[in-house]
């Protein structure tokens, strides 16, 4: 008598984990140390989240010796971020399962993976470079190389240095998640003498990133295209907020009638530049 395994069925919850591991190894914002990642909308009703912002105390007080001190409120600017929702369906016909050349299944899971980590890789970039000032809120530091100046390649000394002077002196390479570029600029980060390639800083705690190319000055080098080409972002740590109302969850159903399986993938979202001083969008001059 013929078996039915596991290998001919669809277990949602196998593809889900897939899903996730694809969307795990293919993030890069999402999964650096520029991003604050939180769970808690889980189960939660509403389709807002409220972001709460702390505002910054002003400088100590000089005293006098018989001078008491006199407390100061704290305060806190309250943004809001709308839960996004985002997926996609393919649907396998019993003759494509068994008769295609490959695995249509897995690449499926690939694709699921991959494309959940794109899509919220993008929303990320794009609220890391919003203009809310209409909105009640911020906007980020930006430079902007000027013509003429040789500021229409990235290099340390003629775009990154000044970018960094946006900060004033709150740099510390440490203090940074990295510096996110596109592949057009791929080959100027490789030239520049400050670049130090990911394979020569082996393990340990003075490794590269996970999925970084490696170091510009301390801080890491990572490649997305997500970013437009003549952009790049420097993000300090916790710089964007990224809540989940649900991860990505694969789910499946027969249709006995059409004798095929329709695999859909979906997740619910919200991000937010938590500090509009956390991020420096950097433009190249026009070449």
């Not at 769970?39 to 939660?44: A, F, H």
């Not at 159903?253 to 956390?278: G, P």
Request: aromatic share 6%.
């Amino acid at each position: 008598m013929a078996q039915t395994t596991s290998g001919l069925l669809i277990v949602p919850e196998v593809w889900g984990d897939m899903a996730q591991a694809e969307f795990t190894g293919s993030v890069r914002v999402a999964g650096s140390a520029a991003v604050m990642e939180d769970n808690t909308l889980q189960g939660q009703p509403g389709d807002t989240i409220h972001f709460p912002k702390w505002g910054t105390l002003g400088e100590l007080d000089d005293l006098n010796e018989d001078e008491a001190l006199v407390p100061v409120p704290m305060s806190t600017d309250d943004a809001t971020a709308t839960i996004k929702e985002a997926g996609k369906a393919v649907e396998l016909t019993d003759k494509a399962r068994l008769t295609a050349l490959g695995d249509p299944e897995a690449e499926a899971r690939r694709q699921f993976g991959e494309l959940a980590a794109r899509k919220v890789d993008a929303a990320l970039i794009a609220q890391a470079q919003a203009d809310e000032s209409a909105f009640g809120g911020g906007v980020p530091l930006t430079w902007t190389g000027a013509t003429g100046t040789g500021a229409n390649v990235l290099t340390w000394k003629k775009a990154i240095v000044p970018a960094i002077g946006k900060f004033g002196d709150e740099w510390d390479p440490e203090a940074f998640a990295g510096l996110y570029i596109n592949s057009a600029q791929l080959q100027d980060a490789f030239a520049d003498d400050s670049f130090v390639n990911a394979a020569t800083l082996g393990n340990g705690p003075s490794a590269a990133a996970t999925g970084s190319l490696g170091r510009i000055a301390g801080v890491n080098v990572f490649v997305t295209n997500r970013i437009a080409a003549g952009k790049f972002l420097l993000l300090k740590n916790n710089a964007l907020g990224l809540l989940y109302k649900r991860r990505p969850l694969v789910e499946s159903d027969r249709d006995i009638l059409a004798r095929s399986t329709v695999i859909t993938t979906t997740l619910h979202y919200a991000v937010k530049r938590l500090s509009d001083r956390a991020v420096c969008v950097g433009t190249l001059a026009a070449s």
